[in-house]
């Protein structure tokens, strides 16, 4: 088991399952101890204003009120000069700089810029790193890439890493809802890489706590990259987009007008199934339905199940040969020629469009058979890292969490298209090459056995369902965060 | 310029386009001339009862005609005995056995197992090769898994390859025709990747030119496996089938009922648009088009070929990186947990198997946009292929001539979805996972370009599409074998 030690904060155990994690719960109240975790630091870099660059900058600057400067570094010429300013990093106060320089000038440097930039810069910011600094990253891709490459960090800085189990704008936006409701935030993992100061694990925890991270768990920088870049490519974006893209052709098969199709596959999906998981756990939502309505949802898993299976165990395989992470800096190189094209022109997210236009929340169809698909693929996704040895939290906030309270009421508000079409660069990727996976073999497996009345179903599924330790570690990991709306407007 | 040297045939000069390729060309007049293309090999082995296998050790021996034995090697065990036995291949006369032992025996080794069984069992065949044997090839494969493990043929063997382009079902069957037709069958390429016998050259020859192959001409191995996986995945079968099921979606979109939708995107593709692009050439295909019908194809031509592009490009890249030959060796393992469904379940395909049902051949629609698109595609893998540096045989052969004359025509017979479920695992992985692709993104980009009148098509694709060298190439090649009806009963 993973462990850690912490003089600042307080360690505790959690029981999930069959087993123990050592953990930190987050909250306002301890944020005064932010400059006792972060000694020996003189400012903390923030490097990049994407939604996490920028969202961590501002977490931080609110959290340490002035006890440690925060300064923004970007790239000279940076388009989001303006949006950095216009968030009160400035040159003028000296929180604004160019990435370089703010990197030379800084002990703990927290390194938020795009996958593809940290390829193409990184040994330009591992020379401009001071010696002694700590380096932090916000998810694995960079050691995924160094592996690939048979390259390493440098010998003589700490790396650590704190992962938002959400997006950028989920990562600010819970962290403000704290400020009423003292605990709100999106949880996160660390990683300890290096630890060459003996100040890693605090720096680390500091970091996360002054995100706003209700609580935190531990795991490796290895793990993280091959459960966030595998979940993104499954249910947390390419596996939703692919579940309610041929769940809305079956609904158009099955006579039901554009609006109704869109209201029972993507409406549903990221609304009422996502809020009920939410709330009340998987089992919540199984348990919502009754007679025919829980046969289909059973029908539907034990179709899915299988299917989402097979994909995720394909996508980790992809991901720990390394192919993944080849196939995006591969594609950087096409993008430079190529460009990207958006996924939102095709029939179906134009009906989207004017569905959603004409919504009403509080009528929406929580339907038993999309139920069924959605939480199949899920399951499918937290068994294949139960059997990769991945710790709970990172499970559960990998599959479910951030799905339910980060990407889904984002997708719900703006569609899932918008989402595709404007998360970062690697998931855009995945999402774009996994998605017609899932509406594939969905199609062509799944769908057709739910048509057929003598298809062999393996109910004994649900029963491995109704029974699973998931259950147990949603029901503690809900315990350690307050009930917000994390439903965006 | 790849060249070579024969002293039992003849080796011609034709000029392509703007080069000249050194080639042979076929005949039954030249089987008197395989014995001494064999000469100093005591015994032909042919590994496998596959598709090639068969048709490979049955056109060997009725070309060699007893002058040289041709005997099939199999598992212990193997379900293709019966079928072996059936062709004439017995224990009793001495033309079937055992793997290992037909290879301890033989001098020219033709391994046409599956590409899981080269990976499973290549050191136990290697061990097995008499030291000065041939090793023969059907294709890259095991080149493209040796580069990956860092390993090498042995180096006291000749390592060659002939690669039939065409299924193995059409090398028999066009060898069958080559009874009436003198010169009828399947173009091959040839490669010589190890040469310790100084003759190579006149094997690799003459088994080529008893296959039946109406010319043969040179690749290198590697570039054989580069474009012969990257065609599989794009025109030849991944790319035909994600084409056909998004051409469907949208004619059922537009209105059609299910079968006039599969015969303006199916049948039309694997009929009508073969037949005359394999006798009149893609410029034959679009002059068949004239007003409003040549508008419509040069529009969806237009939107079609950027998607294309972009597409072919990244199966190269992935299948050059080595990723795509990493994926297919990942799968193996899972299929023995997952197996492999079928894709002929879909609504699609069981709405295929009515309209095949009803068709008239001779009333089948030639549809312009459906020409359009699938040529924009094509144009798109040749145009890959030129700017890869690959000869322009091989250009032709594997994005034009193996879909019109061999692949195409088996699956207007059959179906798309029976010749996907029915091709080696690696041509079937592949084909899986990028026909979605193909689909999603002509759904994405093709399509809503080609629903708005104001989308700023690029027509001046179709200028370079006119004046294309690859016009003159199919014409060079239509040249070089009789023209015989390649369609499957």
């Given at each position: 088991?993973?462990?850690?030690?912490?003089?600042?904060?307080?360690?505790?155990?959690?029981?999930?399952?069959?087993?123990?994690?050592?953990?930190?719960?987050?909250?306002?109240?301890?944020?005064?101890?932010?400059?006792?975790?972060?000694?020996?630091?003189?400012?903390?870099?923030?490097?990049?204003?994407?939604?996490?660059?920028?969202?961590?900058?501002?977490?931080?600057?609110d959290s340490l009120a002035g006890k440690l400067k925060v300064v923004v570094g970007l790239r000279a010429g940076s388009g989001s000069r303006e949006a950095a300013r216009a968030a009160g990093f400035t040159e003028e106060n000296g929180t604004l700089g160019e990435m370089f320089e703010v990197i030379a000038a800084s002990d703990l440097v927290l390194l938020l810029i795009s996958d593809a930039a940290q390829v193409e810069l990184h040994e330009q910011i591992f020379a401009a790193l001071r010696p002694g600094a700590t380096l932090g990253l916000s998810h694995g891709f960079l050691l995924g890439f160094l592996d690939q490459q048979g390259a390493r960090f440098p010998e003589n800085i700490d790396v650590i890493a704190v992962c938002p189990k959400g997006m950028g704008a989920s990562v600010r936006a819970l962290y403000l809802q704290g400020a009423q409701t003292n605990g709100a935030g999106i949880n996160a993992s660390f990683a300890i890489e290096q630890d060459v100061s003996g100040r890693a694990t605090e720096r680390a925890l500091g970091w996360s706590i002054g995100l706003g991270a209700p609580y935190t768990f531990q795991t490796t920088l290895r793990s993280e990259y091959l459960s966030d870049l595998t979940g993104e490519r499954a249910i947390l974006l390419g596996g939703v987009h692919g579940i309610v893209e041929s769940l809305y052709r079956r609904f158009r098969e099955q006579g039901l007008d554009e609006t109704e199709a869109y209201r029972h596959s993507v409406d549903c999906v990221t609304g009422p199934i996502s809020r009920t998981v939410s709330k009340e756990g998987l089992l919540g939502l199984y348990r919502r339905f009754d007679g025919e309505e829980r046969t289909a949802f059973r029908r539907a898993y034990a179709a899915a199940y299988p299917v989402g299976l097979e994909l995720v165990h394909e996508i980790y395989d992809e991901v720990a040969s390394g192919n993944e992470i080849r196939s995006v800096i591969l594609a950087g190189e096409?993008?430079?020629?190529?460009?990207?094209?958006?996924?939102?022109?095709?029939?179906?997210?134009?009906?989207?469009?004017?569905?959603?236009?004409?919504?009403?929340?509080?009528?929406?169809?929580?339907?038993?058979?999309?139920?069924?698909?959605?939480?199949?693929?899920?399951?499918?996704?937290?068994?294949?890292?139960?059997?990769?040895?991945?710790?709970y939290s990172e499970i559960a906030n990998e599959s479910v969490i951030e799905a339910t309270d980060s990407l889904n009421p984002y997708m719900h508000a703006r569609g899932v298209a918008f989402m595709v079409d404007n998360c970062s660069t690697t998931a855009r990727l995945g999402s774009r090459k996994w998605a017609p996976r899932f509406d594939y073999l969905l199609t062509q497996v799944a769908y057709p056995a739910l048509e057929d009345p003598r298809a062999d179903l393996d109910l004994g599924l649900l029963t491995a369902f109704e029974e699973h330790p998931v259950h147990e570690v949603l029901r503690v990991c809900a315990q350690m965060r307050p009930s917000v709306d994390i439903f965006v407007e």
């Open positions: 088991m993973l462990t850690f030690e912490t003089s600042v904060f307080e360690r505790e155990y959690i029981t999930l399952a069959d087993g123990r994690e050592a953990i930190v719960r987050g909250g306002r109240h301890l944020f005064d101890r932010l400059p006792s975790a972060f000694e020996g630091v003189n400012q903390i870099a923030v490097i990049g204003w994407g939604p996490q660059g920028s969202a961590q900058a501002q977490n931080l600057r096409r993008l430079k020629r190529f460009g990207m094209g958006t996924i939102d022109g095709s029939p179906m997210w134009k009906a989207g469009e004017v569905a959603r236009g004409t919504r009403d929340d509080e009528k929406l169809v929580l339907d038993p058979g999309t139920a069924g698909i959605f939480c199949g693929v899920m399951m499918a996704q937290i068994d294949t890292f139960f059997e990769k040895g991945h710790p």
